[in-house]
């Protein structure tokens, strides 16, 4: 049977009783982190990361980047810390090398949510975080179940839980582009990659 990773993740904020974890969550866009921050911020006391070396050229990550602080004011969630790291193309080259012709959605995408969750997870167990999670499962093109296989496994690698999810359940995709139509944020047209820009 289907694992239902939005179950999953709702049955385990009822468990919390009250208790507000500190997670770590890996956002690639505004356009993402906007639905699933209204999840996500009534149960957990959230860290933003922006960890995107895949994102090309740099105009783009930097635009990307910049639309987050203006979504958290939107959003009235300017209580919500948000971490960037630098620039880095080379590492989503390396991590790619190789896959340069697969189809959009291939293996080269997985090598591409393995560096940018590995580097979540990396930073969630350095700084005692209680779980981490990434908004790309709210994306219709993006795989939720191997995002999670991964994001597991992560966990059990760098001992700090993973927050289960699939947040384009219950409308979250939609909700995601009505929110940035409400607010004003840009919505990108490709992934974010060099090869998916088509």
């Not at 009534?42 to 050229?57: E, Q, R």
């Not at 994001?151 to 999810?165: K, M, N």
């Not at 384009?168 to 909700?175: I, N, Q, S």
């Amino acid at each position: 049977m289907e694992r239902d990773f939005n179950r999953e993740m709702e049955a385990l904020i009822a468990g919390l009783g009250g208790r507000r974890p500190r997670l770590l969550l890996h956002v690639c866009c505004a356009p993402c982190a906007s639905a699933v921050l209204e999840r996500v911020y009534p149960h957990f006391d959230v860290t933003l990361f922006y960890f995107n070396p895949n994102i090309h050229p740099r105009e783009e990550y930097d635009r990307r980047a910049g639309e987050l602080p203006k979504l958290l004011r939107q959003a009235h969630m300017d209580d919500v810390p948000l971490r960037c790291a630098d620039y880095d193309p080379e590492r989503f080259f390396a991590a790619a090398a190789g896959l340069e012709g697969e189809p959009e959605g291939g293996a080269r995408c997985g090598r591409c949510f393995e560096l940018r969750l590995g580097e979540t997870a990396r930073l969630a167990a350095r700084e005692g975080f209680d779980y981490f999670c990434t908004t790309l499962t709210v994306s219709p093109h993006k795989n939720a179940r191997l995002l999670n296989e991964i994001g597991e496994r992560l966990a059990a690698e760098h001992g700090v839980p993973w927050l289960p999810s699939d947040f384009k359940k219950r409308d979250g995709y939609l909700r995601s582009i009505r929110l940035c139509q409400q607010y004003g944020i840009y919505r990108q047209s490709y992934c974010g990659c060099t090869f998916s820009r088509g």
